[in-house]
């Protein structure tokens, strides 16, 4: 049975009618990033590999979606002969078909998924050694730095966090033992962007690995790839997913040598990724190019509307011509995409608003059709501890907002009823 604040409430859904026109533009069709680039070898476009790489129709049947191989074992013919699958932890052709299709859409040689998006980052993790050091962002999604501080620096790996908004705070970090710099861009819950270009040459000089998590953009609006990234992460549980049903995690490889040292890490260690969580995601990328274009349209919409809300203090949003990054932003994504924060101004009214929202869904998590609304704060940053979360700038008072593709018009509509409550 649903909750009861949504069988109160009533909406028109045969009415599709948008906000006419849309609130300012989209970046740049030309951005370094963007899929409109004419790609070297003339690959087909976006929404074909999604729909297409590693989507073939099953050879026996002709089926036109990927069969959910659930087994646990493979028959063989003879001692060391068969037909390429042994044991479903070491690999299994579900996964092998979602592996080939978030290659081709982050630009990668090959890709490795896991269990979920953080024991993805912990396998990509494991490519490191005790007295490693790494650079990152000091405002990435709270389980990793809970990952990084309580779990890897005990088997002696070390970790700086600075601002990597500006690449001379990543260049000033690095030290002789660093080896990877990882990077979120845009920010949870803060929206700051990383320069991926400045950041990557900065990389390459020191030689040292460049790991981008894409989550928020998606690869749909940003190729961390195309722009100097070695590896790149997602938690395929949102946006890649886009249905809020499974949990899932990807590294994308641009070295093959990459691709095979994370492969022993999916035998040895086992966090892979189900047969049928794998057919979710490639269920999902199906329509990721057309789902990514409505959240852009209807986030920079509510981005407006809440811009010129009397209640709203601040909204940090990277298509805001206002944002400190708004170049930066049309030139590395080729969309602004949906998620936005903004600031009810203190605690209380964070929670009058939130507890009188019915379109949305107050809950942790993003990038689902639905739309997300939750608090920072007390649900993703709560680990941060106050001081921690004062330091880079997350107030009581912040609200996340996933916006997603039901009509926007009863989006906004919803917001407004919530917001009329402070
Ligand atoms: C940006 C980002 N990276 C990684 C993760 C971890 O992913 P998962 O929850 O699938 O383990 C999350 C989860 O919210 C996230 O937002």
């Given at each position: 049975m649903l909750p009861k604040r949504h069988r109160t409430y009533s909406t028109n859904f045969e009415d599709t009618t948008l906000v006419p026109v849309l609130a300012f533009p989209r970046p740049n069709a030309e951005c370094l990033g963007s899929k409109r680039l004419p790609t070297k070898?003339?690959?087909?476009?976006?929404?074909?590999?999604?729909?297409?790489?590693?989507?073939?129709?099953?050879?026996?049947?002709?089926?036109?979606?990927?069969?959910?191989?659930?087994?646990?074992?493979?028959?063989?013919?003879?001692?060391?002969?068969?037909?390429?699958?042994?044991?479903?932890?070491?690999?299994?052709?579900?996964?092998?078909?979602?592996?080939?299709?978030?290659?081709?859409?982050?630009?990668?040689?090959?890709?490795?998924?896991?269990?979920?998006?953080?024991?993805?980052?912990?396998?990509?993790?494991?490519?490191?050694?005790?007295?490693?050091?790494?650079?990152?962002?000091?405002?990435?999604?709270?389980?990793?730095?809970?990952?990084?501080?309580?779990?890897?620096?005990?088997?002696?790996?070390?970790?700086?966090?600075?601002?990597?908004?500006?690449?001379?705070?990543?260049?000033?970090?690095?030290?002789?033992?660093?080896?990877?710099?990882?990077?979120?861009?845009?920010?949870?819950?803060?929206?700051?962007?990383?320069?991926?270009?400045?950041?990557?040459?900065?990389?390459?000089?020191?030689?040292?690995?460049?790991?981008?998590?894409?989550?928020?953009?998606?690869?749909?609006?940003?190729?961390?790839?195309?722009?100097?990234?070695?590896?790149?992460?997602?938690?395929?549980?949102?946006?890649?997913?886009?249905?809020?049903?499974?949990?899932?995690?990807?590294?994308?490889?641009?070295?093959?040598?990459?691709?095979?040292?994370?492969?022993?890490?999916?035998?040895?260690?086992?966090?892979?990724?189900?047969?049928?969580?794998?057919?979710?995601?490639?269920?999902?990328v199906k329509t990721l190019a057309v789902r990514m274009e409505q959240h852009d349209r209807s986030g920079r919409l509510v981005a407006d509307f809440l811009t010129q809300h009397k209640k709203v203090k601040k909204v940090f949003y990277p298509g805001l011509p206002d944002h400190p990054q708004y170049e930066l932003a049309r030139r590395q994504m080729s969309g602004f995409g949906a998620m936005i924060s903004f600031e009810t101004g203190s605690l209380s009214n964070a929670n009058k608003m939130l507890r009188k929202v019915r379109v949305c869904s107050m809950g942790e998590s993003l990038g689902g059709v639905e739309t997300l609304i939750s608090h920072p704060a007390t649900m993703t940053h709560a680990a941060q501890g106050e001081k921690g979360r004062r330091e880079i700038g997350i107030t009581d008072g912040m609200v996340r907002i996933s916006v997603g593709i039901e009509n926007v018009k009863d989006i906004i509509a919803d917001l407004e009823q919530a917001l009329g409550a402070l």
């Open positions: 070898n003339n690959l087909p476009g976006f929404a074909t590999r999604a729909i297409h790489v590693g989507q073939e129709p099953d050879l026996e049947t002709g089926a036109v979606t990927v069969p959910i191989y659930a087994t646990s074992t493979y028959v063989q013919q003879e001692l060391g002969k068969n037909k390429g699958y042994e044991y479903a932890r070491v690999s299994n052709p579900t996964r092998d078909r979602l592996e080939k299709n978030l290659a081709a859409l982050e630009g990668g040689v090959a890709s490795r998924v896991f269990a979920s998006g953080m024991a993805a980052i912990n396998a990509l993790c494991t490519m490191y050694k005790s007295g490693d050091h790494v650079v990152c962002g000091n405002n990435l999604y709270g389980g990793v730095p809970r990952l990084f501080n309580q779990v890897l620096a005990g088997y002696g790996m070390q970790f700086t966090y600075v601002d990597t908004s500006d690449a001379r705070n990543v260049e000033r970090a690095i030290q002789k033992k660093t080896r990877m710099v990882y990077v979120e861009t845009p920010t949870n819950p803060l929206m700051a962007l990383s320069d991926l270009v400045a950041i990557s040459k900065v990389c390459r000089q020191k030689k040292v690995d460049l790991v981008v998590d894409n989550t928020f953009m998606s690869p749909y609006f940003q190729q961390p790839v195309a722009l100097g990234a070695d590896l790149v992460v997602h938690s395929t549980t949102k946006f890649l997913n886009g249905h809020s049903d499974g949990l899932g995690g990807v590294v994308v490889c641009t070295k093959p040598e990459q691709a095979e040292q994370l492969g022993f890490v999916q035998k040895a260690a086992g966090a892979i990724l189900s047969p049928f969580e794998c057919w979710l995601v490639l269920r999902g």
